[in-house]
């Protein structure tokens, strides 16, 4: 059953950082000062550890990381 998650991570989104979020997933990236808010659907835990290990290799510090019922109307498509 897939889940929406919101990552919250250090620093500003990269074009480097949406092209490779957009390649594992349905995102949408918002920068929310001094930090990037990425919204995505999660499809298991597999998807979500795959997903946590490229923030961590992209160098990414994550400050938080929560289950949400949905991304912001607003916000911009990762891609």
Same mark, same amino acid.
Request: charged share 25%; glycine share 8%; hydrophobic share 35%.
């Given at each position: 059953?897939?889940?929406?998650?919101?990552?919250?991570?250090?620093?500003?989104?990269?074009? !480097? !950082?949406?092209?490779?979020? $957009?390649?594992?997933?349905?995102?949408?990236?918002?920068?929310?000062?001094?930090? #990037?808010? /990425?919204?995505? #659907? /999660? $499809? =298991?835990? $597999?998807?979500?550890?795959?997903?946590?290990? !490229?923030?961590? =290799?992209?160098? !990414?510090? /994550?400050?938080?990381?929560?289950?949400?019922?949905?991304?912001?109307?607003?916000? =911009?498509?990762?891609?």
């Amino acid at each position: 059953m897939s889940e929406n998650y919101e990552f919250r991570v250090h620093g500003r989104c990269s074009p !480097l !950082l949406r092209e490779a979020v $957009a390649e594992f997933s349905d995102v949408h990236v918002e920068p929310a000062p001094p930090e #990037t808010l /990425i919204y995505g #659907t /999660i $499809a =298991d835990q $597999a998807h979500l550890h795959g997903l946590l290990m !490229l923030l961590e =290799d992209l160098g !990414l510090r /994550i400050v938080s990381l929560h289950r949400v019922p949905g991304p912001p109307e607003n916000s =911009d498509r990762g891609d």
